[in-house]
């Protein structure tokens, strides 16, 4: 039992590159999430998908797409990534449909030169 | 929306001694508060939560209180150890919600 998996765990581009963050959990969770975490700004949410075949916008969505492969994956893609991107990403998941105990992902670590 | 301030930033105390770190919120819907952990390099563990229904709970040295009224909650820990230096997160949300908003974090210190 893995719990959440994400990759990579670092990566660094070039402003204008893409690039894919992939998130599996092995829990049979129903919800997952996209954060960024920021110096002194806690945990923000980007994207999440309650359930599998939706996904729906938190509070910072722009210059990010998200997609709900199956019920144990979710991934978030960066189309032109841009300096204000770099940030250490983190997915997680829940039971259930709602935010109740997540179990985060060892993060990702993304740089944008 | 909601949002969340949380005080201090940094905390340093001695072995032994308590801590406590406050969080204000600023929507009165929000009723379900949790508080997470992040040791350093890790990622983010649940540690205790608590629902509107209740105004405190406690789980060994952890205790979290919550003012609805003033909406303001802490978390208290007791006879502190220096495996608790971490940055710790509060939150808030409405219960059967999605939108979880945390807190800034505080970066606790244990000095032994």
């Known amino acids: 039992n893995a719990g959440v998996t994400q990759t990579p765990k670092f990566q660094v581009l070039k402003t204008g590159q893409s690039m894919t963050l992939q998130c599996a959990q092995d829990?049979?969770?129903?919800?997952m999430y996209w954060y960024r975490q920021d110096p002194g700004m806690g945990l923000r949410l980007i994207y999440y998908s309650a359930s599998e075949g939706t996904t729906d916008k938190g509070e910072v969505p722009n210059g990010y797409n998200v997609s709900r492969l199956n019920k144990r994956e979710f991934s978030l893609r960066l189309e032109s990534a841009a300096p204000s991107q770099t940030s250490v990403y983190f997915c997680?998941?829940?039971?259930?449909?709602?935010?109740?105990?997540?179990?985060f992902g060892s993060g990702t670590q993304l740089s944008v030169l | 929306g909601e949002n969340v301030e949380q005080h201090p930033s940094t905390l340093s105390v001695q072995e032994g001694d308590s801590a406590v770190i406050k969080c204000t919120y600023s929507?009165?819907?929000?009723?379900?508060f949790p508080w997470y952990k992040q040791e350093l390099g890790k990622r983010p563990q649940l540690i205790i939560d608590?629902?509107?229904?209740?105004g405190e709970k406690k789980d060994q040295r952890i205790a979290v209180t919550l003012n609805k009224t003033a909406k303001h909650f802490s978390l208290h820990i007791t006879e502190t150890q220096p495996e608790d230096s971490a940055v710790y997160f509060c939150?808030?949300?409405?219960?059967?919600?999605?939108?979880?908003?945390f807190g800034g974090g505080t970066r606790l210190m244990v000095k032994p």
């Open positions: 829990m049979n969770h129903n919800s």
């Open positions: 997680a998941s829940s039971t259930g449909s709602t935010n109740e105990k997540l179990f």
């Open positions: 929507d009165s819907a929000s009723n379900y």
């Open positions: 939150a808030a949300s409405i219960l059967g919600g999605n939108m979880l908003t």
């Open positions: 608590i629902r509107s229904n209740v």
